[in-house]
């Protein structure tokens, strides 16, 4: 099931709304009639949490890296960055971008309103709630702003911290101390959330955090630990190849006995590519026999030796491959070992259980 709905797009960053946020603009839009006052809010909430993600994502296009898409949700947006930025510089400014954006357009605002309605400085200064729109959607911003600094991770400002720090100290330890300063959050804001009935939304948000925090550490340990590993020490030098004369079923009888799931292709020494077992099953079986694997679409794809396996691990999954060749750098038509999901899996359990 989708938990998202795609309302538009800005800079071809597809833009989502999370379920849980169109239920509450349903919610609030019953809960306010016939007066529409907090429906309105809620509408604005909703633009501005997207103001808010469009400046991380433009801060990470900036750096480089791909913006999957913007999912909404109330408490504000996640920007899905193809991959999270090891560099801690580049990770702190990302974070802070969001935020920033929110207090610069809360203040200008606030500024606006206070300059129409001078009256309200008192009730600025007492952080009390005026009723007027053009004032309270300041007060939103702020509140927008300051909340996601909170140095809870994986929240901005937690990513800020961890930023910040990890240029420092080591990256793995300054993700431990991020981590553990986002749990503590996590359980003050739960623990705030029973004790103030009003702020009940905060149990929520502290669960979130708390299991956001866990989960970002054990990714984040894994890959600090694999970014060290490289394809020759986890890779086979045993390679199972085919021939390009040989017929289909032949092909498949070679994944079996290697317990591979894709086949490599080699002739007189030479790579030719990687024959998958997704296309020898778009084959009917018995016609497997009659067809030779040369007529088969095949992947040009290989690694080399000195590669991190985080990286060629990312290839595997996006081309849908169990195994990939590793050739000599020298001489890519050699192949010199073949890397396999498999062995990938177990240098994560391995380094998972250091
Ligand atoms: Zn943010």
């Known amino acids: 099931m989708r938990y998202s709905f ?43 949490v997207v103001f808010h993600e469009l400046a ?24 899905e960055i193809e991959e999270i930025p090891d560099n801690p510089s580049q990770e702190w400014r990302m974070a802070v971008a969001g935020p920033l954006t929110s207090l610069v357009l809360g203040f200008a605002l606030l500024a606006v309103s206070l300059l129409i309605y001078p009256q309200f400085i008192t009730a600025v200064l007492a952080f009390a709630v005026t009723g007027n729109l053009l004032f309270d959607l300041a007060t939103l911003n702020i509140s927008l702003g300051l ?12 990513r800020v911290f961890r930023g910040l720090l990890a240029e420092r100290i080591r990256y793995s330890d300054a993700t431990r101390y991020a981590v553990y300063l986002g749990k503590i959050f996590g ?17 929520l948000v502290g669960i979130f955090v708390y299991i956001g925090a866990s989960e970002e550490a054990e990714q984040t340990i894994i890959s600090t630990a694999l970014a060290g590993v490289r394809v020759k020490d986890v890779m086979q030098s045993e390679i199972g190849s085919v021939n390009p004369q040989q017929s289909l079923t032949e092909a498949l009888e070679v994944m079996f006995k290697n317990r591979y799931h894709d086949a490599l292709v080699e002739k007189d020494g030479i790579f030719q590519g990687v024959v998958t077992w997704n296309e ?7 016609e497997r026999s009659a067809l030779r694997v040369e007529q088969m679409p095949l992947k040009n794809i290989s690694a080399y030796e000195d590669e991190s396996i985080l990286e060629v691990n990312k290839i595997m999954i996006r081309e849908k491959i169990d195994l990939i060749p590793v050739v000599d ?23 998972k259980n250091r």
């Open 187 to 203: 359980i003050v804001m739960v623990l705030v959330g029973f004790l103030f009935p009003s702020y009940f939304l905060l149990i």
């Open 6 to 48: 795609k309302i538009g797009s800005a800079w071809g960053i597809p833009i989502e709304l999370h379920i849980t946020f169109l239920l509450l603009i349903i919610a609030v839009f019953i809960l306010s009639y016939p007066h529409f006052y907090l429906f309105f809010i809620i509408l604005f909430l909703f633009l501005f």
């Open 329 to 351: 750098k020298q001489n890519p038509t050699k192949i010199v070992g073949v890397l396999t999901s498999e062995a990938i899996s177990n240098a994560y359990e391995k380094s």
């Open 147 to 158: 909340f996601n600094l909170i140095p809870a991770f994986p929240m901005d400002g937690g």
């Open 56 to 79: 991380h994502s433009v801060v990470a296009r900036h750096y480089g890296f791909k913006v999957r898409k913007i999912v909404l949700y109330p408490i504000g947006g996640v920007s």
């Open 280 to 286: 020898l099953m778009k084959i009917k079986p018995e």
